[in-house]
């Protein structure tokens, strides 16, 4: 059991999707991260285990790599692609409510802002320390926030942006979520954002990178705080 699980763990954080996958080269012609979920659950290990001792532990790794420079974009999208191969192969799992996700995030990048690179990078690693991520893309406004709390019911909201011009619609996002959802914990990001703005704002927490997000998540998951 064991083995397959370290094996598993190893084709997500290196990023070998498939055995079809030539990435990387020395794990060419081998089982990839699809194979080997299959594998395991053949072997009757428990989707919660295959989840637990083998995706989570990798992606977690991958997001600490990256936030310490020992790994780069390019790496990361890689190893989510890979896990998301896995993740294919547990779907039925999760719908049928034998496997459950932590919970659910609602991700946007704000009004007036069109990039996504850092939002769609914490996306997979929300995603890959299994949470549930609604992601509602670029040019957000707060009454599409508001709308998406309403419809899917969440605790945390991630806001992002990349321009000094457009961090400044984040206080009004953060206004208009707390009038209509007092509870709610707002967490910003983006380059030109930092601690002192997010106080002034009103969010609840500051990250430089995807991986910090991850850690205050599941630290509020793990100590019951949801």
Request: charged letters at 25%.
């Amino acid at each position: 059991m064991q083995e397959v699980l370290k094996q598993l763990a190893v084709c997500i954080e290196r990023g070998k999707t498939n055995r079809d996958s030539k990435y990387p080269a020395d794990l060419a012609g081998t089982d990839g991260a699809a194979e080997l979920t299959q594998s395991a659950l053949n072997q009757n290990i428990s989707p919660w285990d295959i989840l637990n001792l083998a995706l989570l532990p990798a992606m977690q790794s991958v997001g600490e790599k990256f936030r310490d420079s020992k790994i780069f974009i390019p790496e990361v999208l890689i190893a989510s692609r890979a896990m998301n191969a896995s993740m294919e192969i547990l779907k039925p799992y999760f719908i049928s409510g034998e496997l459950k996700l932590k919970g659910k995030i609602i991700l946007g990048t704000v009004t007036g802002d069109l990039h996504d690179i850092g939002k769609n990078l914490l996306k997979m690693v929300l995603e890959g320390g299994g949470w549930e991520v609604i992601d509602l893309g670029v040019d957000v406004k707060v009454e599409k926030f508001v709308e998406a709390v309403k419809n899917n019911p969440a605790r945390f909201v991630g806001l992002s942006a990349l321009l000094t011009t457009t961090m400044l619609n984040m206080k009004e996002i953060v206004a208009g979520l707390k009038k209509e959802f007092p509870g709610l914990l707002i967490v910003i990001g983006g380059a030109p954002v930092n601690q002192s703005f997010a106080d002034e704002i009103n969010a609840d927490a500051y990250f430089p990178d995807p991986a910090g997000m991850l850690h205050y998540v599941d630290s509020k998951y793990l100590n019951g705080e949801l």
